[in-house]
Every structure is written in structure tokens, then in C-alpha cells.
């Protein structure tokens, strides 16, 4: 019998996280400052490595036919840097390579970069688009409503109220939760999102920060830095209009999003709720939005709550929803909770007390309102018009202000250019409670197209569906 062949197996992950950690040690001798970003990032490299490890548990092994590259093997590989902007090779240095960004090379390049970047869709969005989606709702479902109350909770209000009332001896305290995993759309690794009310200042609202709110974030950034074991610090982000502390609660697992000013995500999130509750389909399609969002990228620049705001208007168009305004007209305003300028009440309803049709959640009821979804957006004309929850209807943007309620106008009056919502952007998608807040104010030319591109990617892949009866 002839000699048997092995081949030689390495993983290109092996390799560049053996470079990595090379370079790393390297650095860390020399470079022992920390910063947000790097912060940001080690943690980006910590949640990847997590779900890389869960996703793929199946082993290779050195058997009679292969072998795995050991690591004294990888010794002879190195990294070199290419600026892509100016097209300048730096060399093996990652100190020059850094050098280079933080000098913010001016060369241009012959186009923008992003803009020639062709957009795909990724097997594993493909995969999404097609899926049975009685499986993807049943798992993910599933795992949404565990998520709305769980025991953890509790264990991180109690530990954060125990670190806080020391430094508060005379102030009232009490912790709000809102976001995703309270409106039912959260997923395993989404963070919590808390108010955190000092001094009873639920209803004050500052379009930013005061000096009075960054004090206490400081004071409860460096408390927690005092515990380690329980509150490991992931980043403080106190230049934001609403700044919070990002703080990973070490006895839960679970990441936090901590702020001390603005509790209209609470409102918010009650608002939300609300709709989900009495037309289901809006929360089955933000579940699996969200998903898509994270498959194709766009949760960088895209936050949930945008595009549940997106579902919100979509079906209020189809009139299936009824408007923020509509919900908002029919209170007690003697007993309405206004935060600061912002009313922020709103009577609950049933579909039936509205005249308006219950749209039914089976699979391919939900994957033909997606296909809509995308449809619609594509033909919307953002140039023209606002996504806008509040009044439900299509809104031209020269005519948003004028058909904005008396609150709106009597706030951004006394100082127009700082208390005006932000027009002149890639997109408008108005909040519904807070008015003045265009929520992708921060999406540029570049990532609006990358969006409108992958949804007409998205179109082509989902089935046509006729509609159920």
C-alpha cells in the first residue's frame, strides 16, 4: 500500500486572531492609555467571539489524512498597511498605520469609496428572505415574551439602586426599563435600556444634557468603576443628546444602556406596546426587521426603533393603525403627563372601537406585508415627504411644521435653530412623541442608498404571495 498523503489544514480565522494577539501584546507594553473607542471595539471583538463560539461548536482533529498548522508554523506571516484613500503603502508599522488615520489623509480618491461599494445580499440574508416563518416566529417569539419579564431584572434594578442611593442620600430614585426587550421585539443579546431618575425629574425633558445630568453620570461612572465585579464598564458616552453609561451587569449577563436625562423612551415604549398589542403584525414584522437590519449591516446606522417607527407608518397607511395624533386627541388633558414640551399621553383602544381590521399574523400573511413593506418604501419619495407616525398620513416636508400641534410650534418659537426637528438629511422619520426629532438624523447619502438598495434586493427574493382572504 502506498503512503498515505496529509493535508495540511489551517483556518484563516487561526491566523488572523494569532496576528492579532501578536500585535496586541505588542502594543499593549507601550500604549497603556484606554479610550471609548477602544473600549467599544475590544467589546466588539468579545460579543463576535461569543457568537462565533456558539454558532460553530463541530471540531476538526488531526487525523491519518489531515493535520492542523501549528501555531510556530504562522511565524513567517506579517501584516503590511495600504491607505485605500490615498493609495499610500505604509508599511508593517500599525503605529504609522495609525499615525496616517489620526492625520486624516486629504487625498481624495477618484470616487467615494462607499459609493462604488457594491451592495449584496449575504447568504445568510438570502436565507432570512426564505425561511418558513412559521419556524422563525415560533423560535423567536418564543424568546421575545421570556425576554419582556425576567428575575434579572429585578437583580439589576436592586444592585444599581444599592450602588446609587449612597451617592443620593436625599433624592427620591427610581429605575425605568424600556426598549426592545419591553416591547416584545428583544432578542437574547440586546442590551436594557434604563432611565434612570434622580430627584424626580421624569417629567423634565432637555433637547441636551444638563450640567446637572452629566454630574451624575460622573458620579455613577466612577462608582461603578469601584466595582468591578458586578458593573464592568463597556463605554461612558457623555458628548450625546442624551448621554448614557454602557455598563456590562456582570451577575446577570446582561448589558445595559444607562441614561439619566429624557424618559420619552419610556413613553415610547409604551406607545409601541400599545400597537403591537392591537395589531400584532406590526410587532411579527419588527421582529423579523430586525433581524434583517442586523444581517445586512444596516444596524449600524439604522437603530430598531427607526424602523419600528417605519412598520408604524407603513401599516397606518394601509390603514390598519391609527395616527399618534389621532390616539393622543381623544385624552383627559387635565390628567395627561407632559415631559417638558412633549405630551405624553395617549388613550389605549381596540381595532373594533376604531373601525379598523385586525391583519392576520400567519406566515405568508407576514411575508407578503414584507414584500409590501419594501415595495413601499422603494416608491416613497424621501426628498419629498416625511415618515410620519404622529399624523398618519402622507406629509409633504415644507408642510410638516405647519400641521405640527400647538406644543411643537409654542417649543421651537423661542429658539428655532437649536429646537427645530432637522430637515435638510438623506431621510425623515419624525418621533411621534418628540416632535423636534428626526430619529436617522444621522444617516447620510451614502447608507439611505445602501438601504433603499437592499430592499429592492430583498423584494426580489420574497415570493410574490397572493393575499389571503
Request: with cysteine.
Amino acid at each position: 500500500m502506498g503512503e498515505v498523503k496529509v493535508q495540511n489544514y489551517l483556518n484563516p480565522i487561526t491566523l488572523e486572531a494569532d496576528l492579532f494577539v501578536k500585535t496586541f501584546e505588542k502594543l499593549s507594553v507601550n500604549f497603556k492609555y484606554i479610550d471609548k473607542n477602544l473600549i467599544q471595539t475590544l467589546n466588539r471583538i468579545m460579543t463576535s467571539i461569543e457568537k462565533f463560539l456558539d454558532q460553530n461548536n463541530q471540531e476538526i482533529v488531526n487525523t491519518e489524512k489531515s493535520r492542523l498548522v501549528e501555531r510556530a508554523e504562522m511565524a513567517g506571516i506579517e501584516q503590511c498597511y495600504r491607505c485605500s484613500k490615498c493609495k499610500m503603502d505604509l508599511g508593517k508599522s500599525i503605529e504609522r498605520a495609525a499615525e496616517h488615520v489620526a492625520k486624516q489623509c486629504n487625498k481624495k480618491a477618484p470616487k467615494s469609496l462607499r459609493q462604488e461599494r457594491p451592495i449584496a445580499l449575504s447568504k445568510k440574508t438570502k436565507s432570512l428572505l426564505t425561511m418558513d416563518l412559521n419556524k422563525f416566529f415560533t423560535d423567536h417569539l418564543l424568546i421575545a415574551d421570556k425576554l419582556k419579564s425576567i428575575p434579572e431584572y429585578e437583580v439589576i434594578e436592586t444592585q444599581l439602586l444599592s450602588l446609587v442611593k449612597p451617592l443620593f442620600p436625599n433624592e427620591p430614585l427610581r429605575v425605568y426599563r424600556f426598549g426592545s426587550r419591553l416591547t416584545g421585539i428583544g432578542e437574547r443579546d440586546s442590551d436594557v435600556d434604563i432611565f434612570l431618575d434622580i430627584g424626580d425629574t421624569f417629567k423634565i425633558f432637555e433637547n441636551r444634557a444638563s450640567h446637572g445630568t452629566i454630574e451624575k453620570l460622573n458620579k455613577v461612572f466612577k462608582a461603578m468603576k469601584n466595582v468591578p465585579k458586578i458593573w464592568k464598564i463597556v463605554v461612558k458616552v457623555d458628548k450625546a443628546r442624551v448621554p448614557i453609561i454602557k455598563v456590562y451587569n456582570d451577575s446577570t449577563g446582561i448589558e445595559c444602556d444607562i441614561g439619566f436625562s429624557n424618559s420619552l423612551g419610556v413613553i415610547n415604549t409604551k406607545l409601541v406596546e400599545h400597537i403591537f398589542e392591537i395589531q400584532p403584525i406590526a410587532r411579527y414584522m419588527c421582529l423579523f426587521l430586525k433581524k434583517w437590519l442586523h444581517r445586512t449591516g444596516l444596524n449600524e446606522d439604522y437603530s430598531t426603533y427607526s424602523i419600528v417607527l417605519m412598520v408604524i407608518y407603513f401599516l397606518q397607511m394601509r390603514e390598519v393603525v391609527p395616527s399618534v395624533e389621532f390616539l393622543q386627541k381623544r385624552i383627559d388633558f387635565n390628567k395627561a403627563i407632559s415631559i417638558g414640551p412633549w405630551l405624553g399621553s395617549f388613550v389605549s383602544c381596540t381595532l373594533n372601537e376604531i373601525k379598523m381590521d385586525k391583519v392576520p399574523t400567519t406566515a405568508t400573511n407576514v411575508q407578503m406585508h414584507l414584500k409590501l413593506f419594501f415595495e413601499y418604501y422603494l416608491q416613497f419619495e424621501f426628498k419629498t415627504n416625511v415618515v410620519c407616525p404622529y399624523l398618519g398620513k402622507l406629509v409633504k416636508i415644507e408642510e410638516l411644521e405647519k400641521q405640527m400641534p400647538t406644543w411643537y410650534k409654542y417649543y421651537v418659537e423661542s429658539s428655532p435653530a437649536d429646537r427645530k426637528i432637522e430637515l435638510k438629511k438623506a431621510m425623515i422619520v419624525q418621533d411621534p412623541i418628540q416632535l423636534n426629532h428626526n430619529v436617522t438624523k444621522g444617516v447620510d447619502e451614502f447608507r439611505f442608498r445602501d438601504l433603499i438598495e437592499y430592499m429592492r434586493l430583498s423584494t426580489q427574493i420574497i415570493p410574490t404571495i397572493k393575499k389571503e382572504e
